[in-house]
């Protein structure tokens, strides 16, 4: 999913996990609502596989922020995203908290992305999850890089009681469950890596 925040007032604006794909869309979106893009903030990325990602996003013509940043915030207009380190999904995933919401990647994604759907380090999503996600207010509005069933959004509360990977869970199951999981799915073995598009 590409998300698009803008502070219209200030006329800037920042893109969340922008898709190559989309990127004359966001571009004409931004044009139209009179926004200049400040920063493109990437939960994660998984550009090996998808060899054009980060030269479509370069066109963007804005910083684009995929580590961690010193003081841990982001600011555009009069706005400002918080910048939280929540490996798991990946090593160095990000996860972007803005108002009563959090834009986590694939951090939740324990097994949905197309990617990858295992965890690069399952003891950081299990930690991560607990300390950035579980503990914020039930009604957090949690927005994923990947759909499950072609749902997007959910919150706290959702996930913390349905999550099958997470809900019921301790941390030694969790972790069980995760490493028999860890291997390169049937697709990224046999098909071409170049053939895997957004
Ligand atoms: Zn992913």
């Not at 060899?51 to 922020?65: K, N, Q, Y």
């Not at 841990?72 to 009069?78: K, N, Q």
């Not at 090593?91 to 990647?105: E, I, K």
């Amino acid at each position: 999913m590409s998300y698009l925040l803008g502070d219209k007032v200030a006329g800037e604006a920042v893109l969340i996990d922008p898709r190559g794909a989309d990127v004359s869309v966001l571009r004409a979106l931004m044009v139209e609502n009179r926004l200049r893009l400040r920063w493109v903030l990437r939960t994660h990325e998984h550009d090996a596989m998808l060899l054009r990602e980060s030269s479509a996003l370069a066109t963007l013509g804005a910083p684009v922020i995929e580590r961690q940043v010193p003081r841990g915030v982001i600011l555009f207009g009069g706005e400002q995203v918080q910048v939280l380190a929540t490996p798991g999904h990946t090593a160095s995933c990000l996860s972007f908290a803005w108002h009563d919401r959090v834009f986590c990647g694939g951090l939740m994604a324990a097994d949905t992305c197309p990617y990858q759907p295992w965890p690069l380090q399952p003891e950081g999503m299990w930690d991560s999850v607990q300390r950035h996600i579980f503990s914020l207010p039930d009604e957090t509005l949690l927005f994923s890089a990947h759909s499950r069933r072609a749902r997007v959004v959910s919150t706290v509360q959702e996930q913390r009681m349905n999550h099958p990977w997470f809900a019921q869970a301790s941390r030694e199951t969790f972790l069980a469950r995760a490493r028999a999981s860890a291997s390169p799915p049937r697709a990224l073995q046999h098909d071409e890596p170049v053939r895997l598009q957004h």
